[in-house]
């Protein structure tokens, strides 16, 4: 299964961008999905996920407040808000699927390896 991210661009500090993904596989039924970033010379980060099934999420203290993900069951699509975009969040910006995370504790599931799904990833260039 592989997953696509679409919306990656240059945007202005302190400005918005909004990230999409969604799955070969037509559903995210039963999945949770997180959002990943991997800036140059520096380790994936966990930014925060979501449960396809009810809509639950959980997010690094990071990009608490500034950052939201929502899903949109009619289109089998999951979302990755940005706001108040900093220099600093500049990254390929990643979206994975666990298709067996929706039993799970959602702070549970904040490793890369716990997502067997990936996207090829969005630049985001946030310019100051």
């Known amino acids: 299964v592989q997953l696509q991210v679409s919306g990656g661009g240059l945007v202005q500090a302190g400005g918005s961008l909004r990230l999409s993904c969604t799955t070969s596989?037509?559903?995210?039924?039963?999945?949770?999905i997180g959002w990943f970033r991997q800036a140059s010379e520096k380790e994936r980060e966990f930014l925060g996920n979501?449960?396809?099934?009810?809509?639950?999420?959980d997010y690094a203290d990071s990009v608490k407040g500034r950052f939201t993900i929502f899903r949109d069951i009619a289109k089998n699509t999951v979302y990755l808000q940005m706001n108040t975009l900093r220099p600093d969040d500049t990254a390929v910006y990643y979206c994975a699927g666990d298709p067996s995370g929706d039993p799970w504790y959602l702070p549970y599931l904040h490793s890369p390896a716990k997502y067997d799904d990936w996207g090829q990833g969005t630049l985001v260039t946030v310019s100051s």
């Open positions: 596989a037509g559903t995210f039924s039963g999945y949770v």
């Open positions: 979501i449960k396809w099934s009810d809509g639950s999420t």
